[in-house]
């Protein structure tokens, strides 16, 4: 017997699709739509009456991103946490500050001076809320590679008569020299910061968008291990030349093995302990650390015992244990920078602007979406190149955000840029009144931070096998910023990352792999006509311009799609079979978010949205 299937008489009929408009001729497009500032005034008089005082205060507030918030700042909800996030922050910024600069290749006050100031500028100028400005490992060691280079021992070696014999006693005039890669470093930072600060002005901020996640990532990987060789030899106590250019790297561990047996014993094993307090601490940190108020500070409680142990044991004295000496109570008066040192400086400070902003946008971003608020990446390059500009004056070498710092200062209540003024006031007391305290610390507890500290750049080594699994074209541009970056050097390394990465995406009409960041202005053409009718409830992505997609993007649209449904149209078949490849359909994006047509996706976000009691579009 026949069946008949009748349609359920509560479905909803079928949605259709309707679009009216006037009609439109080239001359009302060109003068209404697509160039309506043609309009706007043009005598002198007029365009300065056009620009009104709104305009002139929105001007200052986006210079000083403080005064959107600090007037309105909630004291009962949030001056708890900004004390408490602080206080943490300050108190892990002071070992950093002096591990780093021995990476950079100056005496340990000079990383505190790079702790104070730039932080203090920050909290004016900066649009992050949560990132951790002042030294880091990655930069301190690009800027130790320049200082060496422009400065090196065989500079200032002197040599000396051994009494009445004539043999003569050749060692390094270690004041001589600390002295002038201390101008180096300043005048390198004084370069970063102008070039910063003029690319800032210059709303150049989406340079960033030319690194991609896997050259940055394995470009950072590379530096670690740069980092790792460096303090080698503070770990063992022996003396060797540090190396910088092409094949450093290998120069290095080639001096260290060849010197291996005159390791110092009392500073191997001071170093051991400490690494091992170290590491302990920081996996209890991350076991507990929804139990805990606040993490443990291990940095500083290494530091403290170690510097106490040193003393009570002269260890120098003793066992030639290597102390970081002298640290000068109170701050240095401004100074000018010798700026005849510039022309050797100029591709150095270009390649720590670019990168040192990079690492800083990319960290900012993350806090910021997590919270719910924008940063300005034009503003951050201006913030940045205050910090470094301003600072420099003050004896401080170039800075940026920290990783570690930042995660401390937002995951111990952090909310506003006073948890970073209170550091910086941390920081201030130790120089002011009490940095004599630590100059009998071992330089091997130091070491011990600084290796300790390169465990989460280490752990991108887990990136090869993912980036094989997904993407052999991302996994190329990795390995080779990595290689590079090892074998020649920081600064010729990213160079031929870059290349390799722009090269390979026009061979593979490849999009760079970041989310470009677009600033449109409020009266530009794009938005003055496209006034939403409704509160946004679902994002249309129209892919039609799209021809390929890497793990970054599909990141970046299953992170959109955490904050807001987001649907796709118009993906080709081979867009599909990327995004398969890259495990993007699972989670909260699945295949029933992309669509043929924009009229499919429109109505289906207009039924999924439209409340039972109205009736279907017809």
């Known amino acids: 017997m026949e069946q008949h299937v009748t349609p359920c008489e509560d479905a909803p009929p079928p949605l259709m699709y309707r679009v009216e408009r006037p009609v439109f001729d080239e001359a009302y497009l060109h003068t209404q739509l697509l160039h309506p500032r043609e309009r706007s005034p043009k005598t002198i008089r007029q365009r300065l009456a056009h620009c009104s005082s709104e305009r002139a205060k929105a001007i200052a507030l986006s210079f000083l991103p403080i005064l959107t918030w600090l007037p309105s700042y909630p004291v009962k909800e949030y001056l708890f946490g900004d004390l408490v996030s602080g206080l943490s922050t300050g108190v892990m910024q002071l070992p950093q500050g002096l591990a780093y600069a021995m990476l950079a290749a100056v005496p340990p006050v000079y990383g505190l001076y790079s702790s104070f100031y730039p932080v203090l500028l920050y ?29 090196p021992d065989s500079m200032f070696t002197i040599q000396a008569l051994n009494g009445t014999s004539t043999n003569t006693t050749v060692f390094i005039d270690t004041e001589a020299r600390d002295a002038r890669r201390v101008h180096v470093a300043v005048v390198l930072t004084t370069l970063v910061g102008v070039i910063q600060l003029v690319l800032g002005l210059l709303r150049f901020g989406f340079v960033a968008i030319y690194l991609t996640e896997p050259l940055v990532r394995g470009f950072t990987t590379a530096a670690a291990v740069h980092v ?9 106590g022996i003396q060797t030349p540090r190396f910088s250019g092409p094949l450093s790297a290998l120069n290095s ?7 291996i047996t005159s390791t110092n014993v009392t500073t191997l094993i001071v170093g051991v302990v400490c690494m091992v307090v170290l590491y302990c601490v920081k996996d209890l940190n991350e076991r507990f650390k929804k139990k805990l108020p606040v993490p443990i500070p291990g940095e500083i409680i290494v530091v403290m015992v170690s510097t106490g142990i040193s003393y009570g044991l002269s260890l120098s004295e003793n066992y030639q244990v290597d ?13 000018i920078p010798d700026f005849s040192l510039l022309p050797n400086l100029v591709t150095d400070s270009i390649a720590i602007a670019v990168v040192g902003f990079s690492m800083g946008i990319s960290l900012a971003k993350i806090f910021a979406l997590k919270h719910g608020y924008s940063v300005d990446g034009n503003q951050e390059l201006i913030a940045l190149g205050l910090c470094n500009f301003v600072s420099s004056f ?6 940026t955000c920290s990783m570690s710092r930042s ?40 070491a011990a931070i600084i290796m300790v500290n390169l465990l989460g750049m280490f752990k991108q080594f887990r990136d090869i096998p993912a980036l094989w699994r997904t993407s052999k074209i991302e996994l190329a541009i990795w390995l080779v910023a990595f290689v590079a970056s090892v074998l020649l050097g920081l600064d010729l390394g990213l160079l031929v990352a870059l290349g390799f990465a722009i090269l390979s995406n026009h061979l593979d009409v490849q999009g760079n792999g970041q989310v470009a960041e677009t600033h449109t202005e409020s009266d530009s053409e794009e ?13 249309i992505l129209d892919w039609t311009p799209v021809n390929f997609i890497d793990s970054v993007g599909a990141k970046a649209i299953k992170l959109i799609q955490t904050y807001l449904p987001a649907v796709c ?30 009229h499919d996706a429109v109505l289906h976000c207009r039924r999924r949205t439209a409340p039972p009691t109205i009736p279907a579009i017809q």
């Open 123 to 151: 909290t004016f100028f900066g649009t992050s809320r949560h990132i951790s400005i002042g030294t880091f490992a990655v930069i301190s060691l690009m800027i130790g590679g320049v200082v060496v280079r422009e400065a």
């Open 228 to 236: 790792f060789i460096s303090q080698l030899k503070y770990l063992l």
């Open 253 to 259: 561990v080639t001096a260290v093995f060849s010197d």
């Open 323 to 335: 102390v970081v000496r002298t640290i000068p109570s109170g701050l240095l008066p401004p100074a």
């Open 394 to 399: 003050f004896h401080t070498f170039a800075i």
């Open 407 to 446: 995660l401390v200062q937002e995951s111990t209540g952090g909310n506003t840029q006073i948890a970073g003024l209170l550091a910086s006031m941390v920081v201030l007391l130790v120089v002011v009144a009490i940095g004599f305290v630590f100059q009998p610390l071992p330089q091997t507890a130091l």
């Open 527 to 539: 938005t003055r006509f496209l006034e939403p009718l409704c509160p946004v409830h679902t994002l």
């Open 569 to 598: 149209c118009f993906l080709t078949g081979t867009l599909l079979a990327e995004l398969r490849t890259l495990q993007f359909f699972t989670g909260v994006a699945t295949p029933e978010m992309v669509f043929p047509t924009i």
